[in-house]
T-cell receptor
Framework: KQEVTQIPAALSVPEGENLVLNCSFTDSAIYNLQWFRQDPGKGLTSLLL?????REQTSGRLNASLDKSSGRSTLYIAASQPGDSATYLC??????????FGTGTRLQVFP | DAGVIQSPRHEVTEMGQEVTLRCKPISGHDYLFWYRQTMMRGLELLIY????????DSGMPEDRFSAKMPNASFSTLKIQPSEPRDSAVYFCASSPTRLLSYNEQFFGPGTRLTVL
């Protein structure tokens, strides 16, 4: 059974810092991995999707890396801003159509 | 595109009542997913459909839960009878069929259900 853990569970940082959010999963046989953002009381917004054959994916200030063999993915956020405050979820796909969600990292960026 | 649409956004009901949650996926998407999110268990997949056919309902907690997708643009998740432990946020998501390993999921805003 795939288990997904995210560290840290919560993070509070001043504006401008570069951040690292970690995701680990127990079964390396995944098809892809998605990173989502969830704002309080809202749905999930897809940030990045990394295919199993890729090692990283970038979108603006976000960069996600994937190391399938070690069961790890990392989300880097450069020059953090207060608007980045949200919960970040990683979700590896154990089949092409089935995501298993991590426990989430709750991020607060203060001015 | 309006994205995934869910209704109602909030539902408060009493124990024992029937609850029906509705979802309209993004037009052209072949997959539809129902998730439940609670503080204790996080985000869990309940059931998903491909081309209106249920593929995996192993996450449906009990027989009190049922889901249907009568056509490509509409799905319902029904709880009958509802119980206080069903209180959660229920999300619907949809995904297109693209190249293998690239099926990005798009989520609706969720329905916050409170069962008293």
């Amino acid at each position: 059974k795939q288990e997904v853990t995210q560290i840290p569970a919560a993070l509070s940082v001043p504006e401008g810092e570069n951040l690292v959010l970690n995701c680990s999963f127990t079964d390396s046989a995944i098809y892809n991995l998605q990173w989502f953002r969830q704002d309080p009381g809202k749905g999930l917004t897809s940030l990045l999707l990394i295919q199993s054959s890729q090692r990283e994916q970038t979108s603006g200030r976000l960069n996600a890396s994937l190391d399938k063999s070690s069961g790890r993915s990392t989300l880097y956020i450069a020059a953090s801003q207060p608007g980045d405050s949200a919960t970040y979820l990683c979700a590896p796909a154990i089949r092409t159509d089935k995501l298993i969600f991590g426990t989430g990292t709750r991020l607060q960026v203060f001015p | 595109d309006a994205g995934v649409i869910q209704s109602p956004r909030h539902e408060v009901t009493e124990m024992g009542q029937e609850v029906t949650l509705r979802c309209k996926p993004i037009s052209g998407h072949d997959y539809l997913f129902w998730y439940r999110q609670t503080m204790m268990r996080g985000l869990e997949l309940l059931i998903y459909f491909n081309n209106n056919v249920p593929i995996d309902d192993s996450g449906m907690p009990e027989d009190r839960f049922s889901a249907k997708m009568p056509n490509a643009s509409f799905s319902t998740l029904k709880i009958q009878p509802s119980e206080p432990r069903d209180s959660a946020v229920y999300f619907c998501a949809s995904s297109p069929t693209r190249l293998l390993s690239y099926n990005e999921q798009f989520f609706g805003p969720g329905t916050r259900l409170t069962v008293l």
